[in-house]
Protein backbone atom coordinates (compact mmCIF):
# COMPACT_ATOMS: atom_id res chain seq x y z
CA UNK A 1 0.00 0.00 0.00
CA UNK A 2 2.96 2.56 0.88
CA UNK A 3 4.27 1.18 -2.39
CA UNK A 4 1.22 2.08 -4.06
CA UNK A 5 1.03 5.60 -2.69
CA UNK A 6 4.78 6.14 -3.67
CA UNK A 7 3.66 5.64 -7.45
CA UNK A 8 2.71 9.09 -9.04
CA UNK A 9 0.62 8.17 -11.33
CA UNK A 10 -1.85 6.60 -8.55
CA UNK A 11 -1.54 9.10 -7.04
CA UNK A 12 -2.45 11.43 -10.14
CA UNK A 13 -5.62 9.10 -10.82
CA UNK A 14 -6.60 9.82 -7.13
CA UNK A 15 -6.82 12.83 -7.04
CA UNK A 16 -8.45 13.10 -10.66
CA UNK A 17 -11.51 10.54 -9.47
CA UNK A 18 -11.54 12.79 -6.47
CA UNK A 19 -11.96 15.85 -8.86
CA UNK A 20 -14.60 14.26 -10.99
CA UNK A 21 -16.58 12.96 -7.52
CA UNK A 22 -16.59 17.22 -6.81
CA UNK A 23 -18.10 18.16 -10.19
CA UNK A 24 -20.82 15.18 -9.96
CA UNK A 25 -21.76 15.76 -6.80
CA UNK A 26 -21.50 19.72 -7.96
CA UNK A 27 -23.68 19.43 -10.15
CA UNK A 28 -26.25 17.46 -7.91
CA UNK A 29 -29.24 19.97 -6.98
CA UNK A 30 -28.97 21.67 -3.39
CA UNK A 31 -25.10 20.21 -3.07
CA UNK A 32 -23.71 20.53 0.23
CA UNK A 33 -20.73 21.62 -1.35
CA UNK A 34 -22.30 24.81 -1.68
CA UNK A 35 -22.48 25.03 2.01
CA UNK A 36 -18.74 24.14 2.28
CA UNK A 37 -17.55 27.00 -0.27
CA UNK A 38 -19.69 29.47 1.29
CA UNK A 39 -17.11 30.86 4.07
CA UNK A 40 -14.70 30.63 1.19
CA UNK A 41 -16.93 33.21 -0.80
CA UNK A 42 -17.06 35.38 2.06
CA UNK A 43 -13.28 35.85 2.26
CA UNK A 44 -12.92 35.57 -1.45
CA UNK A 45 -15.65 37.92 -2.52
CA UNK A 46 -14.02 40.86 -0.99
CA UNK A 47 -10.66 39.99 -2.58
CA UNK A 48 -12.01 39.63 -5.76
CA UNK A 49 -14.04 42.39 -6.03
CA UNK A 50 -11.72 44.75 -4.63
CA UNK A 51 -9.16 43.51 -7.50
CA UNK A 52 -11.88 43.73 -10.33
CA UNK A 53 -12.37 47.52 -8.70
CA UNK A 54 -8.35 48.08 -9.21
CA UNK A 55 -8.22 46.27 -12.36
CA UNK A 56 -11.69 48.59 -13.40
CA UNK A 57 -10.00 51.44 -12.47
CA UNK A 58 -6.32 50.67 -14.26
CA UNK A 59 -8.77 49.89 -17.68
CA UNK A 60 -10.25 52.98 -17.03
CA UNK A 61 -7.10 55.29 -16.03
CA UNK A 62 -5.71 53.83 -19.23
CA UNK A 63 -8.34 54.03 -21.69
CA UNK A 64 -8.54 57.35 -20.54
CA UNK A 65 -5.17 58.00 -21.25
CA UNK A 66 -5.44 56.74 -24.30
CA UNK A 67 -8.78 58.46 -25.15
CA UNK A 68 -7.11 61.90 -23.42
CA UNK A 69 -4.61 61.63 -26.20
CA UNK A 70 -6.88 61.18 -28.90
CA UNK A 71 -9.15 63.82 -27.43
CA UNK A 72 -6.00 66.35 -26.77
CA UNK A 73 -4.86 65.98 -30.44
CA UNK A 74 -8.21 66.60 -31.95
CA UNK A 75 -8.61 69.55 -29.69
CA UNK A 76 -5.37 70.84 -30.70
CA UNK A 77 -7.10 70.23 -34.68
CA UNK A 78 -10.10 71.95 -33.47
CA UNK A 79 -7.58 75.00 -32.03
CA UNK A 80 -5.06 75.27 -34.91
CA UNK A 81 -8.32 75.14 -37.17
CA UNK A 82 -10.07 78.25 -34.68
CA UNK A 83 -6.67 80.19 -34.86
CA UNK A 84 -6.52 79.59 -38.71
CA UNK A 85 -10.41 81.05 -38.92
CA UNK A 86 -9.66 83.61 -36.59
CA UNK A 87 -6.55 85.00 -38.34
CA UNK A 88 -8.44 84.81 -41.56
CA UNK A 89 -11.51 86.74 -40.24
CA UNK A 90 -8.48 89.38 -38.67
CA UNK A 91 -7.24 89.51 -42.24
CA UNK A 92 -10.24 90.27 -43.29
CA UNK A 93 -11.14 93.09 -40.82
CA UNK A 94 -7.80 94.47 -41.54
CA UNK A 95 -8.64 94.50 -45.09
CA UNK A 96 -12.24 96.11 -44.61
CA UNK A 97 -10.17 98.85 -42.30
CA UNK A 98 -7.74 99.42 -44.94
CA UNK A 99 -10.24 99.46 -47.88
CA UNK A 100 -12.41 102.15 -45.81
CA UNK A 101 -9.01 104.05 -45.36
CA UNK A 102 -7.81 104.21 -48.72
CA UNK A 103 -11.43 104.88 -49.91
CA UNK A 104 -10.87 107.83 -47.74
CA UNK A 105 -7.88 108.75 -49.01
CA UNK A 106 -9.36 108.84 -52.34
CA UNK A 107 -12.52 111.03 -50.97
CA UNK A 108 -9.39 113.18 -49.56
CA UNK A 109 -7.86 113.51 -53.03
CA UNK A 110 -11.13 114.22 -54.93
CA UNK A 111 -11.92 117.12 -51.77
CA UNK A 112 -8.95 118.38 -52.17
CA UNK A 113 -7.78 118.51 -56.39
CA UNK A 114 -4.78 120.31 -56.42
CA UNK A 115 -3.04 118.33 -53.53
CA UNK A 116 -0.87 115.21 -53.45
CA UNK A 117 -2.19 112.60 -50.31
CA UNK A 118 0.15 111.05 -48.94
CA UNK A 119 -0.41 108.17 -46.43
CA UNK A 120 1.42 107.74 -43.73
CA UNK A 121 1.29 105.61 -40.39
CA UNK A 122 1.89 107.11 -36.97
CA UNK A 123 5.18 105.72 -35.80
CA UNK A 124 5.23 107.59 -32.14
CA UNK A 125 2.99 110.01 -30.17
CA UNK A 126 3.93 112.47 -27.10
CA UNK A 127 5.80 111.17 -23.93
CA UNK A 128 4.74 114.30 -22.02
CA UNK A 129 3.29 117.14 -21.80
CA UNK A 130 5.79 118.98 -23.56
CA UNK A 131 7.66 116.40 -25.49
CA UNK A 132 4.23 116.39 -27.64
CA UNK A 133 5.55 116.03 -31.31
CA UNK A 134 4.13 113.49 -33.67
CA UNK A 135 6.35 111.38 -35.49
CA UNK A 136 5.12 110.24 -38.83
CA UNK A 137 6.83 107.29 -41.48
CA UNK A 138 6.78 109.60 -44.32
CA UNK A 139 10.03 111.94 -45.21
CA UNK A 140 12.13 113.25 -47.90
CA UNK A 141 12.27 109.38 -49.50
CA UNK A 142 8.65 109.59 -50.09
CA UNK A 143 8.98 113.05 -51.49
CA UNK A 144 8.14 115.38 -48.61
CA UNK A 145 10.94 118.02 -48.08
CA UNK A 146 10.08 121.22 -46.32
CA UNK A 147 12.18 124.25 -47.73
CA UNK A 148 11.81 128.05 -45.97
CA UNK A 149 8.91 128.60 -44.15
CA UNK A 150 6.55 126.08 -46.05
CA UNK A 151 4.57 123.50 -44.25
CA UNK A 152 1.86 120.58 -44.98
CA UNK A 153 -1.08 120.21 -43.32
CA UNK A 154 -1.78 116.85 -41.95
CA UNK A 155 -5.47 115.59 -41.80
CA UNK A 156 -6.69 112.07 -40.63
CA UNK A 157 -8.71 109.29 -42.48
CA UNK A 158 -12.08 111.74 -42.49
CA UNK A 159 -9.70 114.40 -43.81
CA UNK A 160 -10.41 116.24 -40.30
CA UNK A 161 -6.50 118.42 -39.38
CA UNK A 162 -4.66 116.93 -37.37
CA UNK A 163 -1.72 119.42 -37.57
CA UNK A 164 1.36 120.56 -39.77
CA UNK A 165 4.40 119.44 -40.49
CA UNK A 166 7.55 121.42 -39.25
CA UNK A 167 9.92 118.30 -40.23
CA UNK A 168 10.96 116.14 -42.38
CA UNK A 169 13.71 113.56 -41.95
CA UNK A 170 14.67 110.87 -44.80
CA UNK A 171 12.10 108.50 -43.61
CA UNK A 172 10.52 110.35 -41.40
CA UNK A 173 8.46 113.44 -40.59
CA UNK A 174 7.30 115.36 -37.03
CA UNK A 175 4.14 116.77 -36.92
CA UNK A 176 2.98 120.04 -34.79
CA UNK A 177 -0.45 118.83 -33.12
CA UNK A 178 -3.64 121.72 -33.31
CA UNK A 179 -3.48 121.44 -29.75
CA UNK A 180 0.11 122.36 -29.06
CA UNK A 181 0.31 126.02 -27.87
CA UNK A 182 3.09 126.85 -30.75
CA UNK A 183 -0.42 126.18 -33.49
CA UNK A 184 -2.52 128.61 -35.31
CA UNK A 185 -4.59 127.93 -38.36
CA UNK A 186 -6.80 131.03 -39.84
CA UNK A 187 -10.44 129.11 -39.87
CA UNK A 188 -13.84 130.07 -40.84
CA UNK A 189 -17.48 129.05 -39.99
CA UNK A 190 -18.52 126.39 -42.20
CA UNK A 191 -21.06 128.90 -44.12
CA UNK A 192 -21.43 130.74 -46.94
CA UNK A 193 -19.60 133.87 -46.27
CA UNK A 194 -18.90 132.74 -42.80
CA UNK A 195 -16.99 134.90 -39.95
CA UNK A 196 -13.22 134.13 -40.45
CA UNK A 197 -11.35 133.48 -36.81
CA UNK A 198 -8.29 132.39 -35.58
CA UNK A 199 -7.53 128.73 -34.11
CA UNK A 200 -4.52 127.84 -31.88
CA UNK A 201 -3.35 125.82 -29.56
CA UNK A 202 -3.33 126.34 -25.65
CA UNK A 203 -1.77 125.66 -22.51
CA UNK A 204 -4.27 125.18 -20.49
CA UNK A 205 -7.18 124.29 -23.03
CA UNK A 206 -5.05 121.59 -24.57
CA UNK A 207 -5.21 119.00 -21.33
CA UNK A 208 -9.21 119.27 -22.27
CA UNK A 209 -8.48 118.41 -26.16
CA UNK A 210 -9.70 121.83 -27.35
CA UNK A 211 -8.42 124.45 -29.04
CA UNK A 212 -8.53 128.34 -28.61
CA UNK A 213 -10.65 130.87 -30.77
CA UNK A 214 -9.54 134.49 -31.22
CA UNK A 215 -10.23 137.11 -33.70
CA UNK A 216 -14.06 137.40 -33.67
CA UNK A 217 -15.16 140.23 -34.62
CA UNK A 218 -17.57 142.29 -32.51
CA UNK A 219 -20.34 141.30 -34.99
CA UNK A 220 -19.73 138.03 -35.58
CA UNK A 221 -21.95 135.43 -33.60
CA UNK A 222 -20.34 132.52 -32.84
CA UNK A 223 -23.12 129.87 -31.28
CA UNK A 224 -21.76 126.49 -29.69
CA UNK A 225 -21.58 123.81 -32.76
CA UNK A 226 -20.74 125.60 -35.55
CA UNK A 227 -18.64 124.23 -37.67
CA UNK A 228 -15.09 125.60 -38.46
CA UNK A 229 -13.01 124.87 -41.26
CA UNK A 230 -9.52 126.38 -42.91
CA UNK A 231 -10.05 129.34 -44.70
CA UNK A 232 -7.34 128.64 -46.94
CA UNK A 233 -5.89 132.39 -45.84
CA UNK A 234 -1.64 132.28 -44.78
CA UNK A 235 -1.57 129.84 -47.88
CA UNK A 236 -0.17 126.87 -45.79
CA UNK A 237 -3.63 124.98 -45.35
CA UNK A 238 -6.03 124.10 -48.42
CA UNK A 239 -9.60 125.85 -47.79
CA UNK A 240 -12.30 123.80 -46.53
CA UNK A 241 -10.49 121.42 -44.04
CA UNK A 242 -13.05 120.82 -41.25
CA UNK A 243 -11.09 121.56 -38.20
CA UNK A 244 -13.99 120.79 -35.43
CA UNK A 245 -16.92 122.61 -33.37
CA UNK A 246 -17.30 125.85 -31.20
CA UNK A 247 -17.99 124.26 -27.78
CA UNK A 248 -17.77 127.50 -26.12
CA UNK A 249 -17.98 131.48 -26.44
CA UNK A 250 -16.94 134.02 -24.39
CA UNK A 251 -18.81 137.06 -24.98
CA UNK A 252 -17.54 139.33 -21.54
CA UNK A 253 -14.87 140.79 -23.37
CA UNK A 254 -16.39 142.61 -26.59
CA UNK A 255 -12.69 143.61 -27.19
CA UNK A 256 -11.29 140.04 -26.91
CA UNK A 257 -14.01 137.99 -27.79
CA UNK A 258 -12.96 133.94 -26.98
CA UNK A 259 -14.45 130.67 -27.77
CA UNK A 260 -13.27 127.16 -27.59
CA UNK A 261 -13.29 124.63 -30.03
CA UNK A 262 -13.42 120.95 -29.66
CA UNK A 263 -11.44 119.37 -32.67
CA UNK A 264 -12.93 116.43 -34.88
CA UNK A 265 -9.82 114.57 -35.25
CA UNK A 266 -9.03 112.10 -32.10
CA UNK A 267 -5.48 112.74 -31.82
CA UNK A 268 -5.22 110.13 -28.78
CA UNK A 269 -6.40 107.63 -31.64
CA UNK A 270 -4.14 108.16 -34.45
CA UNK A 271 -3.16 105.60 -36.52
CA UNK A 272 -3.06 106.73 -39.60
CA UNK A 273 -3.01 110.46 -41.56
CA UNK A 274 -2.41 112.16 -44.63
CA UNK A 275 0.03 114.94 -45.94
CA UNK A 276 -1.30 117.40 -48.55
CA UNK A 277 1.44 118.80 -50.87
CA UNK A 278 0.09 121.04 -52.95
CA UNK A 279 1.34 120.05 -56.69
CA UNK A 280 2.95 123.46 -57.45
CA UNK A 281 5.54 122.50 -54.67
CA UNK A 282 6.32 119.43 -56.40
CA UNK A 283 6.57 120.81 -60.26
CA UNK A 284 8.96 123.35 -58.33
CA UNK A 285 10.79 121.25 -57.43
CA UNK A 286 10.89 118.71 -60.09
CA UNK A 287 11.36 122.23 -62.55
CA UNK A 288 14.35 122.63 -60.21
CA UNK A 289 15.60 118.92 -60.43
CA UNK A 290 15.28 119.10 -64.23
CA UNK A 291 17.61 122.72 -64.14
CA UNK A 292 20.19 121.18 -61.89
CA UNK A 293 20.43 117.89 -63.89
CA UNK A 294 20.11 119.50 -67.28
CA UNK A 295 23.23 122.33 -65.71
CA UNK A 296 25.04 119.21 -64.51
CA UNK A 297 24.42 117.58 -67.85
CA UNK A 298 26.22 120.31 -69.38
CA UNK A 299 29.24 120.77 -67.42
CA UNK A 300 29.39 117.18 -67.52
CA UNK B 1 32.87 93.16 -12.98
CA UNK B 2 34.00 90.70 -14.78
CA UNK B 3 32.64 90.09 -18.93
CA UNK B 4 29.71 88.17 -17.79
CA UNK B 5 28.32 90.47 -15.72
CA UNK B 6 28.65 93.31 -17.68
CA UNK B 7 27.20 92.04 -20.68
CA UNK B 8 24.00 90.97 -18.47
CA UNK B 9 24.16 94.62 -17.26
CA UNK B 10 24.61 95.99 -20.87
CA UNK B 11 21.94 93.67 -22.06
CA UNK B 12 18.91 94.07 -19.42
CA UNK B 13 19.29 97.82 -19.18
CA UNK B 14 18.75 97.28 -23.17
CA UNK B 15 16.04 95.72 -22.81
CA UNK B 16 14.51 98.48 -19.97
CA UNK B 17 15.04 101.13 -22.39
CA UNK B 18 13.87 100.19 -25.55
CA UNK B 19 10.74 98.96 -23.33
CA UNK B 20 10.06 101.93 -21.50
CA UNK B 21 10.66 104.17 -24.34
CA UNK B 22 8.49 102.87 -27.20
CA UNK B 23 5.89 101.73 -24.93
CA UNK B 24 5.66 105.28 -23.58
CA UNK B 25 5.52 106.75 -26.94
CA UNK B 26 3.44 104.28 -28.58
CA UNK B 27 0.69 103.98 -25.81
CA UNK B 28 0.33 107.00 -24.47
CA UNK B 29 -2.92 106.56 -23.94
CA UNK B 30 -2.73 104.14 -21.66
CA UNK B 31 -0.55 105.86 -19.27
CA UNK B 32 -2.89 109.03 -19.38
CA UNK B 33 -4.45 110.67 -16.16
CA UNK B 34 -6.14 114.24 -16.39
CA UNK B 35 -4.22 115.35 -19.75
CA UNK B 36 -0.84 113.85 -17.91
CA UNK B 37 1.49 111.16 -18.90
CA UNK B 38 3.29 108.79 -16.49
CA UNK B 39 6.65 109.16 -17.94
CA UNK B 40 8.32 106.24 -17.63
CA UNK B 41 11.51 107.54 -19.28
CA UNK B 42 11.87 109.90 -16.68
CA UNK B 43 11.09 107.72 -13.52
CA UNK B 44 13.49 105.14 -15.25
CA UNK B 45 16.39 107.43 -15.24
CA UNK B 46 15.54 108.48 -11.79
CA UNK B 47 15.22 105.51 -9.77
CA UNK B 48 18.81 103.86 -11.88
CA UNK B 49 20.56 107.13 -10.95
CA UNK B 50 19.53 106.87 -7.48
CA UNK B 51 19.82 103.30 -6.88
CA UNK B 52 22.91 102.27 -9.19
CA UNK B 53 24.62 105.36 -8.62
CA UNK B 54 25.80 108.87 -10.76
CA UNK B 55 28.12 106.87 -13.53
CA UNK B 56 25.00 104.76 -14.50
CA UNK B 57 22.54 107.45 -14.25
CA UNK B 58 24.02 109.37 -16.54
CA UNK B 59 24.73 107.13 -19.31
CA UNK B 60 21.64 105.97 -19.25
CA UNK B 61 20.09 109.52 -18.72
CA UNK B 62 22.17 110.30 -22.17
CA UNK B 63 20.96 107.18 -23.87
CA UNK B 64 17.22 107.80 -23.33
CA UNK B 65 17.48 111.41 -23.43
CA UNK B 66 18.40 110.60 -27.16
CA UNK B 67 15.77 108.32 -27.80
CA UNK B 68 12.75 110.72 -26.05
CA UNK B 69 14.28 113.70 -28.46
CA UNK B 70 14.09 111.27 -31.36
CA UNK B 71 10.53 109.47 -30.58
CA UNK B 72 8.66 112.42 -29.35
CA UNK B 73 11.11 116.06 -28.99
CA UNK B 74 9.11 119.08 -27.61
CA UNK B 75 7.96 121.74 -30.57
CA UNK B 76 9.54 124.88 -29.12
CA UNK B 77 9.38 128.01 -30.84
CA UNK B 78 12.35 129.50 -32.36
CA UNK B 79 14.13 132.69 -32.51
CA UNK B 80 12.22 133.43 -35.59
CA UNK B 81 8.79 133.19 -33.83
CA UNK B 82 8.40 129.65 -35.75
CA UNK B 83 7.66 126.61 -34.53
CA UNK B 84 10.44 124.28 -34.41
CA UNK B 85 11.58 120.77 -33.39
CA UNK B 86 13.87 121.13 -31.03
CA UNK B 87 16.89 118.34 -30.53
CA UNK B 88 18.56 118.22 -27.11
CA UNK B 89 16.26 119.34 -24.57
CA UNK B 90 15.63 115.49 -24.12
CA UNK B 91 18.90 114.39 -23.40
CA UNK B 92 19.57 117.70 -21.59
CA UNK B 93 16.72 116.74 -19.22
CA UNK B 94 17.30 113.48 -18.35
CA UNK B 95 21.28 114.24 -17.64
CA UNK B 96 20.21 117.07 -15.39
CA UNK B 97 17.45 114.52 -13.86
CA UNK B 98 20.45 111.71 -13.84
CA UNK B 99 22.95 114.48 -11.71
CA UNK B 100 20.43 115.18 -9.23
CA UNK B 101 18.76 112.14 -8.86
CA UNK B 102 22.42 110.24 -8.17
CA UNK B 103 23.44 113.29 -5.89
CA UNK B 104 20.81 113.21 -3.33
CA UNK B 105 19.12 111.28 -0.76
CA UNK B 106 21.45 108.86 -1.48
CA UNK B 107 24.94 108.02 0.10
CA UNK B 108 23.64 109.06 4.12
CA UNK B 109 20.25 107.34 4.22
CA UNK B 110 21.98 104.47 2.27
CA UNK B 111 19.48 104.49 -1.10
CA UNK B 112 16.56 103.25 0.67
CA UNK B 113 13.42 102.60 -1.16
CA UNK B 114 11.06 105.58 0.57
CA UNK B 115 13.65 107.54 -0.39
CA UNK B 116 13.87 106.67 -4.27
CA UNK B 117 10.50 107.93 -4.02
CA UNK B 118 10.95 110.88 -2.17
CA UNK B 119 13.84 111.73 -4.96
CA UNK B 120 11.20 111.02 -7.66
CA UNK B 121 8.50 113.19 -5.99
CA UNK B 122 11.51 116.56 -6.09
CA UNK B 123 12.96 115.89 -9.22
CA UNK B 124 9.51 115.04 -10.94
CA UNK B 125 8.25 118.74 -8.98
CA UNK B 126 11.38 120.50 -10.12
CA UNK B 127 10.90 119.32 -13.80
CA UNK B 128 7.48 120.57 -13.86
CA UNK B 129 7.78 124.10 -12.48
CA UNK B 130 11.29 124.46 -14.26
CA UNK B 131 8.95 123.56 -17.55
CA UNK B 132 6.70 125.45 -16.38
CA UNK B 133 8.39 128.37 -15.87
CA UNK B 134 10.69 128.23 -19.15
CA UNK B 135 7.84 128.07 -21.39
CA UNK B 136 6.48 131.12 -19.45
CA UNK B 137 9.66 133.22 -20.08
CA UNK B 138 10.13 132.03 -23.74
CA UNK B 139 6.56 132.25 -25.29
CA UNK B 140 6.57 136.08 -23.59
CA UNK B 141 9.78 136.46 -25.24
CA UNK B 142 9.54 134.80 -28.40
CA UNK B 143 5.96 134.45 -29.24
CA UNK B 144 4.40 137.11 -27.58
CA UNK B 145 1.62 134.98 -26.50
CA UNK B 146 0.45 133.83 -23.18
CA UNK B 147 0.69 131.11 -21.02
CA UNK B 148 -1.88 131.74 -18.92
CA UNK B 149 -2.45 128.60 -16.54
CA UNK B 150 -4.66 129.00 -13.45
CA UNK B 151 -3.45 128.01 -9.52
CA UNK B 152 -5.34 124.61 -10.04
CA UNK B 153 -4.31 124.20 -13.81
CA UNK B 154 -0.50 124.47 -12.54
CA UNK B 155 -0.66 122.82 -9.63
CA UNK B 156 -3.26 120.43 -9.21
CA UNK B 157 -3.90 118.90 -12.92
CA UNK B 158 -0.18 119.56 -14.13
CA UNK B 159 2.52 119.13 -11.34
CA UNK B 160 0.31 116.99 -8.56
CA UNK B 161 -0.79 114.48 -11.47
CA UNK B 162 2.55 114.08 -13.16
CA UNK B 163 3.88 113.31 -10.02
CA UNK B 164 1.03 110.99 -9.11
CA UNK B 165 1.56 108.91 -11.84
CA UNK B 166 4.92 108.62 -11.81
CA UNK B 167 4.95 107.66 -8.01
CA UNK B 168 2.38 104.89 -9.71
CA UNK B 169 4.71 103.75 -12.67
CA UNK B 170 7.78 104.12 -10.08
CA UNK B 171 6.75 100.98 -7.24
CA UNK B 172 6.62 98.40 -10.85
CA UNK B 173 9.81 99.50 -11.87
CA UNK B 174 11.94 99.72 -8.67
CA UNK B 175 11.12 96.12 -8.13
CA UNK B 176 12.03 95.23 -11.32
CA UNK B 177 15.13 97.21 -10.98
CA UNK B 178 15.70 95.25 -8.01
CA UNK B 179 14.98 92.06 -8.64
CA UNK B 180 15.63 91.64 -12.15
CA UNK B 181 17.80 94.43 -12.29
CA UNK B 182 21.35 95.21 -14.26
CA UNK B 183 23.13 93.84 -11.26
CA UNK B 184 22.69 90.78 -8.72
CA UNK B 185 21.23 92.18 -4.98
CA UNK B 186 19.93 94.71 -6.73
CA UNK B 187 23.30 96.69 -6.20
CA UNK B 188 25.89 98.50 -7.66
CA UNK B 189 28.97 96.30 -6.15
CA UNK B 190 31.49 99.22 -7.31
CA UNK B 191 29.09 101.91 -5.97
CA UNK B 192 29.34 99.77 -2.53
CA UNK B 193 32.89 99.98 -2.40
CA UNK B 194 32.86 103.17 -3.13
CA UNK B 195 30.85 104.89 -0.59
CA UNK B 196 32.41 102.82 1.82
CA UNK B 197 35.47 104.60 1.15
CA UNK B 198 33.48 107.65 0.94
CA UNK B 199 34.47 108.40 -2.43
CA UNK B 200 31.14 108.60 -4.39
CA UNK B 201 30.22 112.45 -5.36
CA UNK B 202 30.41 113.58 -1.16
CA UNK B 203 30.62 116.43 -2.38
CA UNK B 204 27.17 116.42 -3.97
CA UNK B 205 25.83 114.93 -1.43
CA UNK B 206 22.65 116.49 1.02
Redesign the interface.
Known amino acids: MRRLFANKWFIIALVAVFLVAIIILGAIPNSPLDKVLTPLRAVANPIQSGIKGFGTKVDDYWAAITDGVAIRKRNEDLEEEIARLQHEVQQGEEAIIRYEELKDAFHIKDTFSDYDIFGSSVLSREADEWFSVIRIDAGKDDGLELTGKNSYAVVDTQSNLIGRVIETNNNDSKVLPLLHEGFTVNGKVNEVNGAVIIVSGDASLKRQGLCLVTGIDEDVILEPGDEIVTSGDGGLFPQGIPIGTIEDVDYSDPLNIKATLRPYAQIDDLKDVFIMVPYEKEEEVSTEETAETSTANEQG | MNKVELIRKIAIYSVYILFLT?F???F??KL?L????A?L??VFVVLVSYMFGLKDGIIIGLIVGIL?DC???????GLNG????SVG??VFLLFAVAVFSASVFTIKIKRKPAFALLTLISVTALYKIF?HGI?FIW?RIF?K?L????AK?LFV??ILT?IFLNILAAIPLYLLLRFVGPYKKGQNPMLRAQEGKGADSSWLTI
Open positions: CQVSPDSNGQIDMFRFAAPAVISVVSIGGITSTYHLSEDSQ
